[in-house]
C-alpha cells in the first residue's frame, strides 16, 4: 500500500483531485476504523475469556441452575420433560421457570457428549456470545460502530447488569435477552417508510414480520416475565406510532405481535395439557402461586430495595436514569430512527418499572433491562465526550503530531472527566470478575458430589433441597414438594413466617439428609435433623447427615 501523501502526489485516473480537507477526512476516518478495529478486537478477546475460562465453577451452582438441569437430564435418561424426584416424575416447577430454547439444546447435547455441567455450560456460553454479537449489530445499526463498542465493553463488565454471573449458567435470562435483540433487529432492518411497494417486497416484508414475531415469541417462552413486558412493549410502540411518529402500517406491530403470542400460547398449551401429569386446574394452580410468588409482589420493602439498586453505583454508577432520559429525549426525532429508539426506550421503562414497582425485587430480574439500558448510557456518554474526536486533525503529515498537541490542547476538560468516568465504569468491575474465575473456582458441589458417589450407595434416599447434587450424582433424592417453593421465597424475601410443621421431612424416611447454607435451610428445623440424625461430615458448603436409629 502507498502512503498517503502519494495519493497527493498522483490523483487517480478517474480525473478527480484530493483536497487537504478531503485527505484529513481519510485520515481520520482511518485512524478511526484501526483504533475501533483494535479496540473490537480486545473486546472479542476478553469476551471469549471471561465466557469460558473455568467454566463450570464460576458461578457455583445452586438450586435454580440445578433444577432446570434436572429436565434435560430427565429427559435423556428417561424421555420425560419433567423434574424428578424420589416418588416419580413431576411436570411442573423448573419446566415453568425456564424454556424449551434452553433446556432442548442441552438436553441434546447431552445426548451426544453425555451428560455433565461442562456441556450444559457450554450452550450457554453460546447464547451468551451470540447476545453480543447481536447486541453489537443492533447498537450499532442505532447509533453507529463506536457506541456499539462502548456498550460492548461496558455490558461486560458492568456489575449491575452482571452478564458474566447469569450468562454462564443455566438460566433463561441471556436466552431470553438475545431472543428479543435479535428479534428487533429483524424488526428495524425490516421496516421501511415508503408508501408504495411491489408484490415481491410486501411478501418479502411479511416474511420477516413473522420471524421477528417467532423471535419474540421465543423470548417469552423463554422467560415468562418476557410476556409481562414484550406484549405491551409492542402495543405502546403501535400506538406512539399512530399517535405521534405515523411512519409505519398497522401490520408492522399487528403481525409480530399476533405471532409472538400465538407461539407463547401454543408452548403453554403444550406444557400444561400434553407434557404435564393430566391435572390442568392443579397446573394451574401451581402457574398461579410461582407468579404469586416473585411476579408479582407490592411490597414497600421490596420496592425501596429495587430502587436503591437501581440508582446505586454498581447500576452505572447512577447513570441509569439519565441515560433512560437522553435516549427518551432522542426519541422525539418524528422519523423511523426515532420510533426505533422509542421501542427500547418503552421496554426498558416497563421493565424496570415492573422490577421495582411488581416484582420481588431480585437482582437477576432487572437483568434485560439493564442490558438494553447499556446502550443508552453509552450513547450518553458518547455524545458528552463528543468534544474530544471534534478537534480539528492537521492535513499536513509532516505537523500532523503538533497538530494533535494542539487538540490536546484545545479539549474541555469536562470532556476528559466524562472519558475517564466511562473508562473507570468499564474497568472497575474487572478484577472482581478476574479473581472470581481466574483464581477463586468454587467446585465445592463436584467436592459433595465426588464424596457422595464414594460413600453413599446410590440405594439410599437422601433428603436434600440441593438439585444440582441430584445432577450431578445418580442417587435417590427426594425434594419438597413445588409449591413449597412459594413459602420458602415469602419467608426469605418477605418475611413471612411458617410453623416447623409446614413440611416434616421425616415422613419419608430419608437414609441421608443434605442441607446447604441458603435460607432453604430453615425448612428443615434444626429439632428435627438433631432427634434422628447425626452429621458425616461439612463440606463445599453442604453438610451431610445420616439417619441415627439409635436415637
Do not use: C
Not at 402500517?249 to 408452548?267: E, G, N, T
Not at 386446574?281 to 404469586?292: E, I
Amino acid at each position: 500500500m502507498g502512503k498517503v501523501s502519494d495519493l497527493r502526489a498522483s490523483p487517480p485516473a478517474s480525473g478527480w483531485s484530493i483536497t487537504d480537507d478531503h485527505l484529513a477526512h481519510l485520515i481520520k476516518a482511518r485512524l478511526r476504523w484501526r483504533a475501533e478495529t483494535a479496540l473490537l478486537a480486545v473486546l472479542v478477546v476478553a469476551l471469549l475469556a471471561l465466557a469460558l475460562v473455568n467454566l463450570p465453577y464460576y458461578p457455583r451452582t445452586w438450586f435454580d441452575e440445578g433444577s432446570h438441569l434436572h429436565v434435560a437430564k430427565a429427559l435423556v435418561q428417561f424421555g420425560r420433560y419433567a423434574d424428578v424426584s424420589s416418588e416419580g416424575f413431576r411436570a411442573y416447577g423448573p419446566t415453568l421457570g425456564v424454556g424449551p430454547t434452553v433446556l432442548l439444546p442441552i438436553a441434546l447435547v447431552f445426548k451426544l457428549f453425555g451428560i455433565g455441567l461442562v456441556q450444559a455450560r457450554l450452550v450457554m456460553a453460546l447464547y451468551l456470545l451470540l447476545t453480543f454479537a447481536v447486541a453489537y449489530r443492533l447498537t450499532r445499526h442505532l447509533y453507529g460502530s463506536t457506541v456499539a463498542l462502548m456498550a460492548g465493553f461496558l455490558l461486560l463488565t458492568s456489575q449491575g447488569v452482571n452478564i458474566l454471573e447469569w450468562g454462564r449458567q443455566v438460566l433463561g435470562e441471556v436466552p431470553t435477552l438475545f431472543f428479543w435483540l435479535a428479534g428487533v433487529l429483524v424488526w428495524f432492518r425490516q421496516s421501511r417508510t415508503s408508501e408504495v411497494l411491489e408484490t415481491s417486497e410486501v411478501w418479502r416484508r411479511q416474511m420477516w414480520r413473522v420471524v421477528s414475531g417467532v423471535l419474540f415469541g421465543l423470548a417469552m417462552v423463554t422467560k415468562n416475565q418476557a410476556a409481562l413486558i414484550i406484549a405491551p412493549t409492542l402495543i405502546v410502540a403501535w400506538g406512539l406510532n399512530a399517535l405521534y411518529y405515523r411512519r409505519l402500517r398497522h401490520a408492522d406491530f399487528a403481525l409480530p405481535l399476533a405471532v409472538a403470542l400465538a407461539v407463547y400460547v401454543a408452548w403453554m398449551a403444550i406444557l400444561l395439557i400434553f407434557l404435564g401429569d393430566g391435572d390442568l386446574a392443579g397446573n394451574l394452580t401451581l402457574l398461579r402461586q410461582a407468579s404469586g410468588g416473585a411476579l408479582f409482589v407490592f411490597a414497600p420493602e421490596r420496592i425501596e430495595a429495587s430502587l436503591k439498586f437501581l440508582l446505586g453505583l454498581d447500576v452505572f454508577y447512577g447513570w441509569l436514569v439519565p441515560a433512560l432520559l437522553y435516549a427518551a429525549f432522542l426519541s422525539l426525532r418524528r422519523d423511523l430512527e426515532g420510533l426505533k429508539s422509542a421501542l427500547l426506550v418503552v421496554f426498558v421503562a416497563l421493565w424496570l418499572g415492573w422490577y421495582a414497582f411488581g416484582s420481588i425485587g431480585w437482582e437477576r430480574y432487572a437483568f434485560p433491562a439493564l442490558a438494553v439500558a447499556s446502550l443508552f448510557v453509552a450513547r450518553l456518554f458518547h455524545d458528552l465526550a463528543a468534544l474530544i474526536f471534534r478537534a480539528p486533525l492537521s492535513t499536513d503529515l509532516e505537523h500532523k503530531l503538533s497538530g494533535y498537541i494542539r487538540s490536546i490542547r484545545s479539549i474541555n476538560p469536562l470532556t476528559v472527566a466524562f472519558v475517564a468516568l466511562f473508562v473507570l465504569m468499564v474497568v472497575r468491575p474487572l478484577p472482581y470478575y478476574i479473581a472470581n474465575i481466574f483464581f477463586k473456582p468454587d467446585a465445592g458441589p463436584q467436592q459433595m458430589a465426588e464424596y457422595l458417589n464414594t460413600h453413599v450407595s446410590q440405594a439410599a434416599l437422601i433428603e436434600t433441597w440441593s438439585p444440582e447434587l441430584g445432577f450431578l450424582t445418580d442417587h435417590r433424592y427426594h425434594y419438597p414438594p413445588s409449591g413449597m417453593l412459594d413459602k420458602a421465597v415469602r419467608n426469605t424475601w418477605l418475611g413471612e413466617s411458617y410453623p416447623p410443621e409446614t413440611y416434616d421431612f421425616r415422613v419419608y424416611d430419608p437414609d441421608y439428609l443434605i442441607l446447604d447454607h441458603s435460607p432453604l435451610r430453615a425448612f428443615y428445623p434444626a429439632e428435627y435433623v438433631e432427634l434422628g440424625y447425626r452429621l458425616v461430615i461439612s463440606l463445599g458448603g453442604y453438610d451431610l447427615y445420616e439417619k441415627d436409629d439409635g436415637r
